[in-house]
């Protein structure tokens, strides 16, 4: 008999994973309050009837919905059912709905490691929770790219928030600093210097970031005060060049205390 799954949120990620699932031969139904499911997956009136008769129960809804997606699937949820959380949450949230679920499901926390469209199940998933093993063992015979970390319900999803400081935190950093050349008349020069520092990053570029970071706050902490005055000057609001140069001044100023 085919693997049952339920899909909770049935959006752009959750429909490119119900449609994979089903190419795989894996019996789907689902469930979105504003979306009609795609063609295959047997459409269910709510939450706890998507649920009542499924193996595995994916989650792919959004973050405020999670906790209620899943109280409201409980009642219907058999023992033993895992129900995998797919939203990008909090560790605590995550670890949340382990509690909640107590022992009428065996909470599962999975990080999207990649953006699903184009992917779909073989979008990098990263699982934790006692249940995590069981889960991969399910999901990869289908297609899917399953590590599993060990470690409790939320920390996968640690991980992958960690990571996010760095590749939002970057995304953010290209948008300032492309709008400020944009203004100056220069954007096609920045964008393309950017592109060559990136494609020549490797693992002694990090640590020249951390080490020069602490040895030289002070001259960086002053030379982001003056990127983010241009930035003004410019009509560009500057919150990633002051957020950097707030940085350099802690590290310059613990630096500057007696050990």
């Given amino acids: 008999m085919s693997v049952r799954i339920a899909l909770l ?75 995998a959380d797919l939203n990008t949450a909090s560790p605590a949230l995550k670890a949340s709905l382990a509690d909640a679920a107590g022992d009428r499901a065996d909470v599962v926390d999975v990080a999207l490691m990649a953006p699903v469209p184009g992917l779909g199940l073989r979008t990098p998933m990263l699982a934790s929770g006692p249940a995590a093993p069981r889960f991969a063992d399910l999901l990869r015979p289908l297609g899917a790219a399953v590590d599993v970390h060990p470690g409790p319900v939320g920390a996968a ?38 592109a060559a520092e990136l494609a020549r990053f490797d693992a002694a570029t990090l640590d020249r970031l951390v080490d020069g970071s602490h040895r030289h706050a002070r001259r960086r902490a002053d ?23 707030d940085a350099l001044v802690e590290l310059r100023d613990a630096a500057a205390v007696p050990g």
């Fill in 9 to 83: 949120g049935l959006g752009e990620a959750g429909s490119a994973i119900a449609r994979d699932l089903l190419a795989a031969g894996a019996d789907v139904r689902g469930h979105d309050p504003a979306l009609a499911p795609p063609a295959g997956v047997a459409a269910r009136r709510d939450e706890a009837d998507a649920v009542r008769d499924a193996d595995l129960v994916l989650s792919a809804n959004s973050s405020a919905a999670a906790r209620g997606a899943l109280l409201t699937a409980l009642p219907a949820l058999r023992p033993g059912t895992l129900f």
């Fill in 157 to 194: 999803t640690s991980r992958k928030l960690l990571r996010s400081v760095f590749y939002k935190g970057l995304a953010a950093a290209v948008l300032e600093a492309l709008a400020g050349a944009r203004a100056a008349g220069c954007e096609d020069w920045l964008r393309a210097d950017v």
């Fill in 223 to 245: 030379e982001m005060a003056a990127a983010a005055q241009q930035l003004d000057e410019l009509g560009v609001p500057s919150r990633v060049a002051r957020a950097a140069r």
